[in-house]
């Protein structure tokens, strides 16, 4: 047991480590290209975290057959959107609120609001389509709506790099050229080489990977050897290590008080996950949504819903807004446990 808990922390730790240097050298990568927060977050950012997740799904619906691995496949694909509406938007609100309680920072999340709506409205729009349009219209509508999703991510992907947004702040060097730069004292005033930004970015992203699969695989030996039930553990557990990445970069983010790269590395990611993901689910499972699969979906509509409510009625949002999202984890979870 000792071992199995050592291997969580450690895995844990590593994910924590990657995030700040993953975050460190995505922001070097907008500031060399002049890249607004909008993109570096909503697109850049969200799409390299989301990817580790997004592959596990194609594994099971391409790799391996039967009905089974089809329905696993449109479960992670539908798990991404909900953990990211709930659990990271609620941990994106408790940082913000310690931060606050220690006088880090004021208890508001300051974001340029006509981004959050943005990837808010486009998320709702096309989730609630890929949705609702089966249960209405049935297969016949599989096709034309993966690709109507496809081209709507580009579009949205489109308008997010032509949208206004301020430009990244500087603060501070890229953390592998600080340590070039300390042994050539010659380059100490240039800026870091597009190579080594990009080295940064992967070599973080790729322990990150790997953090979070030796997290759910210790998570996974902890929870037996406690008697969890196996499926508890699928639907709840194993979902949220998938979704570290995003949830520690925008913890991470909204620690150092950039809340719209932490807002939009989340909105932007649930943007992505709600297109490309959803598509291939589309068309090469059959989509037919029930029981808590889809319940999981109706909770990551609310939230997004509740949040973009408030950004339209109020311009602004609260840690608490965020907070409430996590109650709506525990609303799924209890209905599971008790079904």
């Known amino acids: 047991m000792v071992i199995q808990i050592s291997f969580l922390l450690f895995g844990l730790v590593m994910i924590l480590a990657a995030a700040e ?23 850049f950012a969200a799409v390299g975290t989301a990817l580790p997740e997004t592959i596990l799904p194609m594994v099971a619906i391409f790799l391996y057959g039967g009905r089974a691995s089809k329905e696993i496949g449109v479960g992670a694909i539908l798990g991404a959107p909900f953990m990211l509406s709930t659990l ?8 913000a609120s310690v931060a606050a309680l220690n006088k880090k920072r004021p208890f508001e999340l300051r ?15 096309m989730y609630c389509l890929a949705i609702l349009l089966p249960l ?44 070039a730069t300390r042994v050539s004292r010659s380059h100490a005033a240039a800026s870091p080489p597009l190579s080594l930004i990009l080295l940064q970015i992967f070599t973080a992203l790729g322990v990150m990977i790997k953090g979070a699969h030796t997290f759910v695989s210790s998570l996974e030996q902890v929870s037996v050897r406690f008697g969890m039930d196996p499926l508890l553990f699928a639907l709840l557990l194993a979902p949220v290590a998938t979704e570290l990445p995003e949830k520690f970069n925008s913890v991470t983010w909204t620690w150092k008080g950039r809340d719209t790269l932490a807002i939009g590395n989340i909105t932007g990611a649930m943007v992505f996950q709600a297109t490309f ?44 807004t965020m907070l409430f999202s996590g109650c709506l984890y525990l609303v799924y979870a209890l209905v599971l446990i008790l079904r």
Do not use: C
Request: proline fraction near 2%.
């Open 21 to 43: 240097f993953f975050t460190n050298g995505i922001e070097a990568f907008g500031r060399r290209f002049s890249f607004s927060q909008a993109v570096v977050g909503s697109i």
């Open 88 to 95: 990271a938007f609620f941990l994106v609100g408790l940082t």
């Open 277 to 320: 993901p959803v598509s291939v689910g589309l068309v090469f499972t059959g989509w037919r949504l029930t029981g808590m699969a889809l319940f999981s979906a109706v909770i990551a509509i609310v939230s997004s819903v509740f949040l973009l409510g408030t950004v339209l009625v109020k311009k602004r949002i609260s840690p608490l």
């Open 136 to 179: 209405l219209l049935g297969s016949s509508v599989l096709v034309p709506l993966a690709v109507a999703l496809v081209f709507g991510y580009v579009f949205y992907a489109w308008l997010t790099f032509r949208g206004e947004s301020a430009e990244i702040e500087h603060s501070g060097d890229m953390y592998l050229w600080k340590a």
């Open 111 to 125: 974001v340029e609001i006509h981004s959050v709506r943005r990837d808010l409205s486009f998320f709702l729009v």
